[in-house]
């Protein structure tokens, strides 16, 4: 039963314009939720976090919105740059001790010239 | 910033045999975490550790044990490996929740196992 799920496993955005990454989830315990970049041979790298008290988080190019009663996050890069091309991962916790996270499937962006 | 290493990036083992795979962080984390990532299957979670000498099943724990004798230092186990077995292994850590609010985990960059 996949709890966190990234329905699209890769897109492509030309550099310059808006990269929108989805992710959408069925336990509504969760109440922590991220997005994790990785590249090939690497280790996930934090990128951005929001925690359900908030419907949106910004840093920088990066945006993180959080629709609750959709069950569904997204993150928003804007303007996409080359070095953004990788691997996305959402993951959610729940509100306990340890945090355990669950992770979508990922998907793979790739940002052309 | 926080560092997580895993002591080999490569390792090639035969079926049958223990395998040990090691993690250590240098940022005084409570939390520790063993995760494999297959493809179209992101990571799931094999085992975790919120202290010394503690440890709790993840989603995917048949196959493996762990230790954590220093608080440091994570060991994934593979009593007696098989072909399945073969995954990508990540480690991450993180600091407690009730003390600092949520807080992420940090990955080391993997060990990519072969079961022969």
């Known amino acids: 039963d996949q709890q966190v799920k990234q329905n699209s496993p890769s897109l492509s955005v030309q550099e310059g314009r808006i990269s929108i990454l989805n992710c959408d989830y069925t336990?509504?315990?969760?109440?922590?939720f991220l997005w994790y970049k990785k590249y090939p041979a690497e280790g996930p790298t934090f990128l951005i976090s929001?925690?359900?008290?908030?419907d949106k988080n910004e840093d920088g190019r990066f945006t993180v919105f959080l629709n609750k009663s959709a069950k569904h996050l997204s993150l928003h890069i804007v303007p996409s740059q080359p070095g953004d091309s990788a691997v996305y991962f959402c993951?959610?916790?729940?509100?306990?001790?340890?945090?355990?996270?669950?992770f979508g499937q990922g998907t793979r962006l790739t940002i052309n010239p | 910033d926080v560092k997580v290493t895993q002591s080999s990036r490569y390792l090639v083992k035969r079926t049958g045999e223990k395998v040990f795979l090691e993690c250590v962080q240098d940022?005084?984390?409570?939390?520790m975490f063993w995760y494999r990532q297959d493809p179209g299957l992101g990571l799931r979670l094999i085992y975790f550790?919120?202290?010394?000498?503690?440890?709790e099943k993840g989603d995917i724990p048949e196959g493996y044990s762990v230790s954590r004798e220093k608080k440091e230092r994570f060991s994934l186990i593979l009593e007696s490996a098989s072909t399945n077995q073969t995954s990508m292994y990540l480690c991450?850590?993180?600091?407690?929740?009730?003390?600092?609010?949520?807080?992420?985990?940090?990955f080391g960059d993997g060990t990519r196992l072969s079961i022969l």
């Open positions: 991450a850590s993180s600091l407690p929740m009730g003390l600092y609010g949520n807080q992420p985990q940090h």
């Open positions: 929001i925690s359900s008290i908030k």
């Open positions: 550790s919120y202290d010394v000498k503690m440890k």
């Open positions: 940022m005084d984390h409570e939390n």
């Open positions: 336990n509504s315990m969760f109440d922590y």
């Open positions: 993951a959610a916790s729940p509100f306990q001790g340890a945090q355990k996270l669950v």
